[in-house]
């Protein structure tokens, strides 16, 4: 029995009258369906975990040279002697190998036979004078300008995980197409965007500055682009939140329906 | 919308609150609410049934057009 009537399908009366009857007779599979939907939050936060620091492992290298030439400026601070041979820094470049795809313009020894085999660099890090204080030419200008791009970079890698995680919760509260849940879709795809955008910007001031210090007879610098995947999964992101916006007011039109 | 819903007429000349045709009509009083105010996108025929069976009207006793009022363009934006 149901409002004095015992007859009337339940399923032509409104969207709230069937909320009130699940509300007291929760189905099972709701419960599945927030069991699936944890293990894939859960699932989707190792995964960016792993990538940013397996992305952190393999630059590791880098970041404990970096670490290196630092701490050696802070300790020549005091020591005139070493302070010539601390005002340097490291360059990291991207090479290409000459006109021609089947240049090997170097050579190395291959101890398992004994022998110097041809071979080419795609990679290489070079100890070379780092930039003055007083120096105010636009490439000291355009190395300053990557440390406050590598900080929004750092900020963007926490944002991310943090709007996808007030979603989730939205999510397991059975709240779908709701106003909250488009702004935060709408900003993990802003923000992936955006960083594909800020990589490309650091990447490019890299490359300039390196053209600018460094040219090779074998090599030629190479600019390194950013990985498009990037830029796709923001876009992708962005997709799904406009159908969450489709959805939302359909579920409106839906509510009003009487 | 241009279309005016005139329930609260029917249910004064009925006689009849509110809570009293929910009950009677099956759907909650928020709902039926909603439609007295304007604010209803859709109604079912069903609902609509219901309504002029407890209030003994037709149709036309509950909805009106009027083409002085600002139609409701939100429905057919993409």
């Given at each position: 029995?149901?409002?004095?009537?015992?007859?009337?399908?339940?399923?032509?009366?409104?969207?709230?009258?069937?909320?009130?009857?699940?509300?007291?007779?929760?189905?099972?599979?709701?419960?599945?369906?927030?069991?699936?939907?944890?293990?894939?939050?859960?699932?989707?936060?190792?995964?960016?975990?792993?990538?940013?620091?397996?992305?952190?492992?393999?630059?590791?290298?880098?970041f404990?040279?970096g670490?290196?030439?630092g701490?050696?400026?802070?300790?020549?601070?005091?020591?005139?002697?070493?302070?010539?041979?601390?005002?340097?820094t490291?360059?990291?470049?991207?090479?290409?190998?000459?006109?021609?795809?089947?240049?090997?313009?170097?050579?190395?020894?291959?101890?398992?036979?004994?022998?110097?085999?041809?071979?080419?660099?795609?990679?290489?890090?070079?100890?070379?004078?780092a930039f003055?204080k007083?120096d105010k030419s636009a490439l000291r200008l355009m190395k300053q300008l990557e440390i406050p791009l590598s900080l929004l970079m750092l900020v963007i890698v926490v944002l991310i995980?943090?709007?996808?995680?007030?979603?989730?919760?939205?999510?397991?509260?059975?709240?779908?197409?709701?106003?909250?849940?488009?702004?935060?879709?709408?900003?993990?795809?802003?923000l992936?965007i955006l960083y594909y955008f800020v990589m490309l910007t650091v990447s490019w001031i890299v490359y300039k500055t390196?053209?600018?210090?460094?040219?090779?007879?074998?090599?030629?610098?190479?600019?390194?682009?950013p990985?498009?995947?990037?830029?796709?999964?923001?876009?992708?992101?962005?997709?799904?939140?406009?159908?969450?916006?489709?959805?939302?007011?359909?579920?409106?039109?839906?509510?009003?329906?009487? | 919308?241009?279309?005016?819903?005139?329930?609260?007429?029917?249910?004064?000349?009925?006689?009849?609150?509110?809570?009293?045709?929910?009950?009677?009509?099956?759907?909650?009083?928020?709902?039926?609410?909603?439609?007295?105010?304007?604010?209803?996108?859709?109604?079912?025929?069903?609902?609509?049934?219901?309504?002029?069976?407890?209030?003994?009207?037709?149709?036309?006793?509950?909805?009106?057009?009027?083409?002085?009022?600002?139609?409701?363009?939100?429905?057919?934006?993409?």
């Amino acid at each position: 029995m149901f409002f004095g009537k015992s007859n009337v399908d339940l399923r032509r009366e409104s969207d709230l009258v069937n909320y009130e009857f699940y509300s007291i007779n929760p189905p099972m599979k709701l419960n599945m369906k927030s069991g699936k939907l944890g293990m894939l939050t859960v699932l989707a936060i190792v995964i960016y975990a792993v990538m940013i620091l397996s992305s952190f492992i393999s630059e590791m290298d880098d970041f404990m040279l970096g670490y290196e030439m630092g701490s050696n400026l802070g300790r020549s601070i005091t020591d005139s002697t070493k302070q010539e041979s601390a005002m340097k820094t490291v360059y990291f470049l991207d090479l290409k190998a000459g006109e021609s795809i089947s240049t090997f313009p170097d050579t190395i020894c291959n101890l398992k036979g004994a022998q110097k085999i041809p071979i080419r660099f795609d990679k290489a890090q070079i100890l070379a004078d780092a930039f003055s204080k007083d120096d105010k030419s636009a490439l000291r200008l355009m190395k300053q300008l990557e440390i406050p791009l590598s900080l929004l970079m750092l900020v963007i890698v926490v944002l991310i995980p943090v709007f996808f995680i007030k979603l989730n919760i939205s999510l397991k509260k059975e709240v779908v197409f709701d106003k909250s849940n488009i702004k935060c879709m709408r900003w993990i795809g802003i923000l992936l965007i955006l960083y594909y955008f800020v990589m490309l910007t650091v990447s490019w001031i890299v490359y300039k500055t390196n053209l600018m210090m460094f040219e090779f007879a074998e090599y030629k610098i190479q600019f390194k682009q950013p990985d498009l995947i990037w830029i796709l999964l923001g876009v992708v992101v962005l997709l799904f939140a406009e159908v969450l916006y489709r959805g939302s007011k359909m579920k409106d039109e839906q509510d009003l329906t009487i | 919308m241009a279309i005016i819903v005139n329930l609260d007429v029917q249910m004064a000349k009925r006689k009849i609150s509110l809570n009293d045709l929910s009950e009677r009509v099956g759907i909650t009083p928020a709902n039926l609410s909603i439609l007295k105010t304007g604010k209803a996108k859709a109604i079912r025929f069903s609902t609509l049934e219901a309504i002029c069976k407890e209030l003994d009207c037709q149709p036309g006793d509950i909805l009106e057009w009027n083409e002085d009022v600002e139609p409701d363009l939100h429905l057919h934006s993409p």
